[in-house]
Every structure is written in structure tokens, then in C-alpha cells.
């Protein structure tokens, strides 16, 4: 089965630019979603189709997908982006996520 | 704006079966163009796939769950069900319902907000 492998944690001070990696056998052959998870709440959509912005979702929210490594971008990081962030792709019918990346904000 | 929300016991004895609907809202659940799916989140843990059905179509399961998951649909009342057999500890966790465009590359979107299932006796 497909993996996919974040890391547990990364921290940034507000202002600054947090780089949220996801990675995975030819990951840039797939479409990679992201999603937001504030604590206690339900997971929301920030990045589709690598790089895609639904709507509502700050500009601050950038992606990117190529060989092995999806990215997650968040500039400008503010305190309400504290929150567990997950990658998302298909293994042929099955959703698989990554493990999660906690964004602390300092 | 379609919205999507849990319901069921909160608590199942082991070796029973855990049995969640889902209530759609905003968008009717007989479109062909999107699937209905079921995920969980084991407290303090990550996000799995449970599977997902598809109106006039199949139902697809994560194989990890060895087949103890059954998802359908009623269309009369709007909604999507999931059972899931022989339960043990191990599948206490925040069940999710959500909806997904058709195609296995899509993204997952809206989820409802979740209900939290304890298998305890």
C-alpha cells in the first residue's frame, strides 16, 4: 500500500514562512490535497489538485508537488494557522493520508 | 451549501457492530458526481479512510479493515450509513462523513463535524 510521510512537527514565529512537506514514492505522478485541522474541529480543505485554493482560503496558502515531496506553504504565518495539517492522495479506490504535521506558532 | 452531519450511538459494546448515518444537506445524495465516504480518527492520531459508496455504483472499502465495513444509501431520506462488525477497542476513535467528486484523485470536501464512537463494554 501507499505511503505517505510527514513530519510530526514544525514551528515558526508569526510573520515568518512555514514549509509543510509530504512525501512519497513518485508523489509528483499524483494529486495531493491538504487539509487544516484546528483542534476539536473537523478537517477543511486548503489546497487541492497540488496547488488549487478553494474558495475562502487565504492567498496566503500556496502548494506544490513534484518528485517525491508535496509542500505545503503557508507566508506570513498568523497565530490562527496553528493547527495539524494532512496530505492527502488515492491508492487506486483507498484515501491514504499522511501522518500529520503540527504548525506550532511561536 | 451542502452540510453533512453524523449520527448514532456514541458507545458500542466489543464484538458488536457500530452503526453511524450521515444526513445530507444542501445536495441531493442521488447525484452521480460525487462519492460519499467515511473516514475516523483514533483519539490523539492521524486521519484513515473507512471507504465510500457511490450512488447507482459500487461501494469500496480500505482493505486494512478486513471487509467488516458495509456502506449504503437511502435515497428516500437523504442519507448514507456505515456499519462496521466485530468491533474492538481499536476502532474508538471521531467518525467523519464526507463527500468526494467522482474520481479517485479528488479531493475530500465537505466533512461534517464528527462523531466520537467509544467501544467499551
Known amino acids: 500500500s501507499y505511503v505517505l510521510t510527514q513530519s510530526p512537527s514544525v514551528s515558526v514565529a508569526p510573520g515568518e514562512t512555514a514549509r509543510i512537506t509530504c512525501g512519497g514514492d513518485?508523489?509528483?505522478?499524483?494529486?495531493v490535497h491538504w487539509y487544516q485541522q484546528r483542534p476539536g474541529q473537523a478537517p477543511v480543505l486548503v489546497i487541492y489538485y497540488d496547488k488549487d485554493r478553494p474558495s475562502g482560503i487565504p492567498e496566503r496558502f500556496s502548494g506544490s508537488n513534484s518528485g517525491s515531496t508535496a509542500t505545503l506553504t503557508i507566508s506570513r504565518v498568523e497565530g490562527g494557522d496553528e493547527a495539524d495539517y494532512y496530505c492527502?492522495?488515492?491508492?487506486?479506490?483507498?484515501?491514504?493520508f499522511g501522518g500529520g504535521t503540527k504548525l506550532t506558532v511561536l | 451549501q451542502l452540510q453533512l452531519q453524523e449520527s448514532g450511538p456514541g458507545q458500542v459494546k466489543p464484538s458488536e457492530t457500530l452503526s453511524l448515518t450521515c444526513s445530507v444537506s444542501?445536495?441531493?445524495?442521488?447525484?452521480?458526481?460525487?462519492?460519499w465516504g467515511w473516514l475516523r480518527q483514533p483519539p490523539g492520531k492521524g486521519l484513515e479512510w473507512i471507504g465510500s459508496l457511490y450512488y447507482g455504483g459500487g461501494s469500496y472499502d480500505n482493505p486494512s479493515l478486513k471487509s467488516r465495513v458495509t456502506i449504503s444509501v437511502d435515497t428516500s431520506k437523504n442519507q448514507f450509513s456505515l456499519k462496521m462488525n466485530s468491533v474492538t477497542a481499536a476502532d474508538t476513535a471521531m467518525y467523519y462523513c464526507?463527500?468526494?467528486?467522482?474520481?479517485?484523485?479528488?479531493?475530500?470536501?465537505?466533512w461534517g463535524q464528527g462523531i466520537l464512537v467509544t467501544v467499551a463494554s
Open positions: 513518485n508523489i509528483g505522478e499524483k494529486s
Open positions: 492527502q492522495v488515492w491508492d487506486h479506490t483507498s484515501g491514504v
Open positions: 464526507a463527500r468526494i467528486p467522482e474520481g479517485f484523485i479528488n479531493w475530500i470536501d465537505p
Open positions: 444542501g445536495g441531493s445524495i442521488g447525484s452521480t458526481t460525487y462519492y
